[in-house]
Each structure stands twice: as C-alpha cells, then as structure tokens.
C-alpha cells in the first residue's frame, strides 16, 4: 500500500508547528500573513513560494532582501524576528538558505539600544486612575509579580491560591517562557483588588485573558494600554522604532526594578529569568513569601495602602528593635552577675584599680550582689548607665578575658 504524500504548504506547516505553544504558532501566523501580504502586493500572489523555488540563489536572496526593505517600517528587532520565522517556513517549502550567504547577502536595517523609558510610580497613577477595574486589576497583579504578559493572559484561577492575604500565584510550565514553571506573588494590594473578581469565575476560567488565543488576548491588553496612554498623555515614542515608551513590559519591568534593589537574584526566581544562582529553587513557598512580603512595599501603588504598609513595616521593625534591646538587657544582666559571682577571679592590684580609668570598685560589685538580692537591680542598672557605662562595659571585658568565665558562659 502506498503511502499518500502529503503537499507542503501552509496549511501542513501549521499542522506541523501545532505542537508548540499558543504562543508561538501565533508568532509564525503573523509571519506568514507578512510575507503574503508582501507576495499580494508585489506579485498579485498570496503563495509566491512554488514561483520562488524555480528561481537561482541569487534571486532567492533579491526577493528576501526586497521583503526586508518593503518592512522598514517596522522596527530593526521585528523583522529580525519576523525572517528568522520565514526561514523556518522556507526550509520547509523546499529553500534552503545558508546561514554563511545570509550574512553576505542580506543587509538587515541596524538594531539601536535606546535608553529604555523608566516607568514611575506617578506614570502608574495617571494609566490607571483612567482603567476600568478589571483592567487597573490586571496591570498592578502583573507589576507586584513581575509576570511577563503571555503568562498573565493564560493564567487560571486554578492556578492561585487565594488563602493568605497574599495570592500565591503557580505559573505551570506549559504557560511559562523557557517551560519552567514557577511561584511567584501578587501584592495584599493586588489581591485585595482581585479577590472580589476570583469569586466570579470557575477554576478551569481565565483570570486576565479574554480569548483562548493568546496573541489575540495580548494585544487587546496592548491596545487597551495604549488608549489610555493617550488619554493621558503619555504616548511617547522612540525615534528608532516608533514604539511606545511604556507598553505591558514595562509593568513587569517596574517590579524586576525594584526587587532587584534589594535581591537580584530573588527578582529574577519571580520574573522567570535565568539566573546564576539556584539557591532559591530549594525554598518553600512559606520561605518565599516571608521574604516577598519583606519587599512587596516598594511594589504598593495606592498611596492609603502604601502608608498602611509602612506604619506595618515599622510597627514590625519596631518590635524587633524592642526584643533585639531585651536581649541585650538580659545579656547586661548576666554579665554583671557572672562578674559579681566571679569577683574571686579578678585579678585587679591595688596600683591597677588606682590607676584605671575603671570606677567600679570590688567593694561596688559586691553593692551590686546586694541590690540583686533585693530586687532592685532594672532601676540600678538605669541609674549606671549614665555614670558608669564606660567602666561597666571595661569590668565585663576584663571579665570576659578569663577563659573559665566564658565558658560558662557559653555553657549557660
């Protein structure tokens, strides 16, 4: 029995490609869609490919490098990213191309590095404050944890757990770049303004997406940033590519900026990126958090919440300090009573007590060992601590100098 051959066009690429993500058979859609828009216009044919397989590589390279120049429009990085995809596509319509004569033959427009546009927190306000709620929702979730915005549009509500003041977010690697899943948060500000939405949907629904095509719910959200960038102003351009300063990137980039202050390599764990350092991987999500909740204040957009988390985060730092200056007490406590249960091992000569800028005198520790007794040594030790906190802090060192007492110390 003989095995049908199946026709190579676009129609089998796109079969062969359907094992991909969402994502990128939808990047090869929009190439594909360039280039025969570019074969319409320039030879009144969508499917020019049967055509170009007669010609020689010279010719070949002509048209490749006519298509380059017909999107100049476009930005540098685009068509870059647009040819490397009808590569593909040609290879499988029978062209092959040398990756030596495509450095010599085409000429590609230069890619410029501009300065990126830092987004700031006054640009955030002015965006949102024109959104709808869920849209102000979803664009303050992708800023507190860092997501790139194909995850968000792909995200599930039965990916969150929605249990803690902070939703735990559990990117599956289906969705996710590089196909490694991960955890990552959303701010006690963005999951205040997302649980009240969370309780309208099932699990298997969208959280942020709006159609089961990811490139479609990609640039509604890209579209919907623009409107309102207009709206307010803020629909700069760069003179390189025409692109805007501020698109759904740079929500995600805001929160990659500020984590990154504190722990770069934190930052790039929630963002997804690859890293040099692994050690994050073998943290709970318990240990994750503990450390996200420590720096989410930096990624608070509202300035009531941003307040609430500060006076928290003082309140926080000040009990901290309070049980870090009880410790010390306790420990001021025991060194003094160790010097006064120790005073037989003080070797201190009459010549070196007169002649020390120590105060505290032997018969000074032994007052002491009485107002211990007497329950009166917080108050005592107070009074100390203005005339005598040079000497205290000189008698514990001296004391401490003997090998026995520190091990007791230690012992204890």
């Excluded at 079969?15 to 058979?25: E, L, P």
């Excluded at 700069?236 to 590519?241: A, G, I, K, P, T």
């Excluded at 501020?246 to 990659?256: E, L, P, Q």
């Excluded at 105060?359 to 007052?367: F, G, H, N, Q, Y």
Aim: contains cysteine.
């Amino acid at each position: 029995m003989s095995v049908s051959r199946i026709e190579r066009d676009r129609v089998s690429f796109m079969v062969k490609v359907s094992s991909k993500d969402i994502g990128t058979q939808a990047g090869y859609k929009v190439a594909l869609n360039n280039l025969e828009n570019f074969c319409l216009e320039k030879y009144a044919k969508a499917d020019f490919i049967a055509e170009l397989k007669e010609r020689n590589t010279e010719q070949v390279f002509d048209f490749l490098q006519e298509w380059i120049n017909w999107n100049k429009t476009r930005s540098p990085r685009t068509v870059k990213v647009l040819f490397s995809r009808i590569k593909k596509y040609l290879h499988y319509r029978g062209i092959k191309l040398d990756l030596q004569d495509i450095k010599e033959e085409l000429d590609f427009p230069r890619i410029f590095d501009e300065e990126l546009y830092p987004l700031t927190l006054d640009d955030i306000h002015r965006i949102t404050a024109q959104m709808q709620y869920s849209q102000k929702t979803q664009f303050i979730c992708q800023l507190s944890s860092l997501m790139r915005i194909g995850e968000m549009v792909q995200l599930k509500k039965k990916n969150l757990i929605a249990n803690k003041e902070n939703i735990i977010v559990k990117i599956p690697p289906n969705i996710a770049k590089f196909r490694k899943g991960r955890t990552t948060f959303f701010s006690k500000e963005a999951s205040k303004l997302l649980k009240p939405l969370l309780r309208k949907i099932k699990d298997d629904d969208l959280v942020f997406g709006t159609n089961v095509n990811v490139h479609h719910s990609e640039v509604n959200s890209e579209q919907i940033l623009k409107r309102n960038l207009i709206k307010v102003g803020l629909n700069m351009r760069y003179e390189s590519n025409n692109r805007y300063y501020i698109n759904t990137h740079s929500f995600r980039a805001y929160g990659i900026t500020k984590i990154s202050r504190h722990d770069p390599n934190f930052a790039k764990k929630l963002a997804g990126q690859k890293g040099y350092l692994l050690q994050y991987d073998r943290m709970t999500d318990e240990e994750k958090l503990e450390i996200y909740e420590k720096l989410e204040i930096d990624l608070v957009i509202d300035d009531t919440e941003k307040q609430k988390a500060e006076i928290k985060k003082l309140e926080k730092e000040k009990t901290e300090l309070e049980e870090k200056n009880d410790r010390i007490d306790e420990l001021e406590k025991k060194f003094v009573k160790l010097a006064i249960e120790n005073e037989d091992r003080i070797k201190y000569t009459e010549d070196l007590v007169m002649s020390s800028p120590v105060t505290l005198t032997i018969d000074e520790i032994k007052d002491l060992e009485k107002i211990v007794k007497e329950g009166r040594f917080d108050e005592t030790v107070r009074e100390m601590k203005k005339d005598y906190e040079l000497a205290v802090e000189k008698k514990v060192r001296k004391v401490l100098s003997d090998p026995d007492i520190l091990k007791k110390i230690m012992q204890d």
